[in-house]
C-alpha cells in the first residue's frame, strides 16, 4: 500500500499544508529574519504543491500505463503530444488548464518554473550624455508582487479537488 503511486500525492498536499501553516506563522511573527522565513515558506509551499502535481501526473500515467509515467517533470506529461498518443480525459483536463495562462495550474507552474531563474537587476533607461542627469521614473510599472498564503492555499484546495475527482474516475474502469 505504501508504494502506491497516490500516496506520494498525498504527502505532498499534505506537506504543502504543513509549509502554508508555517507561513501563517511566519507573517505573524515579528522575528529579525521574518522575510527570510516568508521566503522560505513560500517558496517550500510551492516546491511541495509542484510535486504533488508531478504526482497526480503520475497517478494518471501509471493508470493508463504511459510510456513517460517516470518522467521527473510535469511539463514533460502536460503536452499535447502525450495527448495525440492515446485520448486520456484526466490528462486533456489537465493540459488544458496548464496551456491557459489564466488558470491557477498555469499560475503554479510559471511560479514554480521562476523558482529556478536567476536575480535580475531592474532595466535601467539608458540616459544621454549629453543632457542633465535627470532620473527617469515609470509610475505604471509595478513591483513584482509575492504569492500570498491564500493563492497558495487556493491552489492546494484545488490540486486536492482534481485528485479525488480523477481518482473516482480512474477506479471506475
Known amino acids: 500500500m505504501a508504494h502506491e503511486l497516490y500516496t506520494r500525492t498525498n504527502q505532498k498536499i499534505y506537506f504543502a499544508g504543513l509549509a502554508l501553516e508555517a507561513l501563517g506563522k511566519a507573517e505573524k511573527g515579528q522575528a529579525v529574519n521574518a522575510p527570510a522565513l516568508l521566503q522560505a515558506e513560500r517558496e517550500s509551499a510551492l516546491f511541495h504543491l509542484y510535486g504533488a502535481l508531478l504526482g497526480l501526473c503520475h497517478e494518471i500515467a501509471g493508470f493508463y500505463r504511459l510510456p513517460q509515467a517516470g518522467s521527473r517533470r510535469a511539463e514533460d506529461l502536460l503536452t499535447q503530444e502525450v495527448l495525440n ?10 493540459v488544458e488548464l496548464a496551456q491557459n495562462r489564466q488558470t491557477w495550474l498555469a499560475q503554479l507552474l510559471t511560479a514554480y518554473n521562476a523558482l529556478y531563474e536567476p536575480p535580475r537587476a531592474p532595466k535601467k533607461l539608458k540616459g544621454d550624455v549629453t543632457q542633465p542627469m535627470i532620473q527617469a521614473v515609470n509610475l505604471d ?10 493563492e497558495l492555499e487556493n491552489w492546494r484546495q484545488q490540486l486536492k479537488r482534481l485528485a479525488i475527482r480523477f481518482r473516482e474516475g480512474l477506479s471506475e474502469c
Do not use: C, D, V
Not at 498518443?85 to 489537465?94: N, S, V
Not at 510599472?141 to 491564500?150: D, F, G, I, K, Q
Open 85 to 94: 498518443a492515446i485520448a486520456i480525459p484526466e490528462m486533456a483536463e489537465l
Open 141 to 150: 510599472a509595478e513591483p513584482e508582487s509575492e504569492l500570498t498564503r491564500e
